[in-house]
């Protein structure tokens, strides 16, 4: 199982930026997909989740209404669009799926929002 992230940046409050997470060595479109989030001094946290036919979603309250998890099964992707972002979303965000009884996690991409 491999998961890469990309996408982050830095960005100022109240602007958007797109995350992706390319999967490969599963079936990816009999999986749901996660992502998560680690600030620093804090623990990760759930962010969003996504079914494999993407016919539900979930999201933390932190993010709802602002953030948007999708995917494309065609090309193995999960991807997460952050708008009217805050300096409180600042984190490594990490795409994760649960798979033969294990999680497996990408290696993030760090998304910074300030001004």
């Known amino acids: 199982v491999q998961l890469v992230e990309s996408g982050g940046g830095l960005v100022q409050p109240g602007g958007s930026l797109t995350l992706s997470c390319a999967a490969s060595?599963?079936?990816?479109?009999?999986?749901?997909m996660r992502w998560f989030r680690q600030a620093p001094g804090k623990e990760r946290e759930f962010v969003a989740s996504?079914?494999?036919?993407?016919?539900?979603?979930n999201y933390a309250d932190s993010v709802k209404g602002r953030f948007t998890i999708s995917r494309d099964n065609g090309k193995n992707t999960v991807y997460l669009q952050m708008n009217s972002l805050k300096p409180e979303d600042t984190a490594v965000y990490y795409c994760?799926?649960?798979?033969?009884?294990?999680?497996?996690w990408g290696q993030g991409t760090q998304v910074t929002v300030s001004s």
């Open positions: 994760c799926v649960f798979y033969l009884r294990s999680d497996y």
């Open positions: 060595g599963f079936t990816f479109s009999t999986y749901v």
């Open positions: 996504i079914t494999k036919s993407s016919d539900k979603t």
